[in-house]
């Protein structure tokens, strides 16, 4: 991937993104779109004043500009990320002393629960639901129980290779954000049901080493998982999201809900800060409200 951009500053940034942070392509991207646009404005409203002059009120006035056309609290808290990383490479770099970020202010915005899809409704998709007919039907199947059982994220699912799978140690290798590594369980019948699967892969599926695979062999693609599991997920739940993330989601909030520590929970979902992971106590106390409501006599 180029990163390269007509802003010499952003040029080493990115790099340092991609080669020593290790960022994921959408990752830099965003990174990129985000500041290219901030340089942009400097360049129009400020004459192109060198990085070193940018100044927090500078940077107040492009947000208070994308305020203006609606940019939603959580974009514009995105944005403000991507500047406060580049400023404090350039400090680490030394050539900034200060970091003009020191003064802005980000919006706060309202935290919303993770969407999650209850337990007897992922009991009926994965017990009581017909899939699709032939190898369509079972990859289907075997992807949306492996999202279930293991919280992954989709871009690690679908790069998940046979050889990071240990069918007697019944253990799944994942690679995540930043190349970090981690070890997830499966339960013996998910194990053996993935060894039938990898025993039965269409001959097209040779020298292939994706642990899940089209019909044709060739290895899933990201689009294509996200429909199915969207359709799937419609036939069990009338949730607004439908995606691979609502399978993470329940996942988690499942665990949680059934007694699970949480800094296992964040292992297992590969989170760099306890934080990340926090949010799924909300989840838990709205069910310990439930059970209160329906179980206590003053309720």
Known sequence: MSTQTRYTPLNAFLAYLQFEKRYSIHTITAYSNDLVQFFDFVETQYEGIPFAQITGTIVRSWLANMKEDEMTGKTLNRKISSLKSFFKYQIQQGQLVKSPMETVISPKISKRLPAFVAENDMEQLLVNLEFAEGWKGYTEKMVIQLFYATGMRLSELIQSKENQLDISKRIIKVLG??????????????????????????????GNPHLFVTEKGKALQPRAVYTFVKFYLSQVTTLQKKSPHVLRHSFATH?????????????????ASLAATQVYTHNTIEKLKEVFAKAHPKA
């Open 177 to 206: 954000k930043g190349n970090k590594e981690r070890i997830l369980p499966i339960s013996p019948d998910l194990a053996a049901e993935l060894k039938k699967y990898i025993a039965e892969k269409p001959t097209e599926a040779n």
């Open 255 to 271: 665990l949680m809900n059934n007694g699970a520590d949480l800094n296992a929970v964040k292992e297992l979902l590969g989170h």
